[in-house]
C-alpha cells in the first residue's frame, strides 16, 4: 500500500513539472453561460504569466459553422480600456468570425491578468459551448506572437479535479 503512494505521489510530481515546464506564455479562460433560446455568452479573461511584453492586443475565433450574431457584452471596466470588434462568422465563404480587443492604455504586464471581457453569440453546436483558438498579436504588425486555445475558467477544473478525486476514493 505504502508502494502504490509513492508511486502515485512521484507520478504526480511528474505530471505537475511536464505540465510547469509546458505552461502557456499565455493563458485564456472562459466561462460559457447560457441565455436561453440558444444564445450564449462567453467571459474572458487573459493571464500574462511569461510572455516577456504585454498583452496588447488578443483576438478569439468563432468558428463559421457554430457561431452566429456575435455582439459585444463587456462591461466597464474593462471595457473603457480596450478597442473591441466582432467580426461576424461568414458560413458562405467558410470564414470564422473574430473577437479582437486592442488596449487603449498599457496593456497586460508580465505576471498581470484581466477579466470580463465578454461576448454573446447563437450557439449552433450540440451540447455546451467550448474552447476556442486565440492569438496574442503584435498590435503595430498585427503578426502573432503567441498562439493558443482558450481553457475553462478555474472552478470548472477544480470541480472536475474534485470528481475524479471522489471517483478513485469510491473505487477502493
Not at 511536464?18 to 485564456?28: G, L, Q, R
Not at 458562405?92 to 504586464?109: E, N
Not at 450557439?123 to 498579436?137: E, K, M, N, R, Y
Request: hydrophobic share 45%; charged share 15%; proline share 9%.
Amino acid at each position: 500500500m505504502k508502494r502504490n503512494c509513492y508511486l502515485a505521489a512521484a507520478a504526480l510530481a511528474l505530471l505537475v513539472a511536464t505540465a510547469w515546464a509546458d505552461a502557456p506564455s499565455v493563458t485564456v479562460e472562459y466561462a460559457a453561460s447560457p441565455l436561453g433560446g440558444g444564445r450564449w455568452q462567453y467571459t474572458y479573461a487573459v493571464e500574462n504569466p511569461s510572455l516577456g511584453r504585454p498583452v496588447e492586443e488578443f483576438t478569439i475565433w468563432f468558428g463559421y459553422d457554430a457561431y452566429r450574431n456575435l455582439a459585444l457584452a463587456t462591461p466597464d471596466p474593462p471595457a473603457a480600456a480596450w478597442n473591441e470588434v466582432v467580426v461576424q462568422p461568414d458560413p458562405v465563404l467558410h470564414d470564422s468570425g473574430f473577437y479582437d480587443a486592442l488596449t487603449r492604455t498599457v496593456g497586460i504586464p508580465v505576471g498581470g491578468s484581466e477579466g470580463g471581457f465578454a461576448v454573446t453569440f447563437d450557439w449552433l453546436g450540440a451540447g455546451t459551448p467550448g474552447a476556442q483558438a486565440f492569438d496574442i498579436l503584435d498590435p503595430v504588425t498585427f503578426q502573432p506572437v503567441y498562439s493558443g486555445m482558450t481553457v475553462p475558467e478555474p472552478a470548472t477544473l477544480a470541480l472536475l479535479s474534485v470528481l475524479g478525486v471522489l471517483t478513485l476514493r469510491r473505487r477502493r
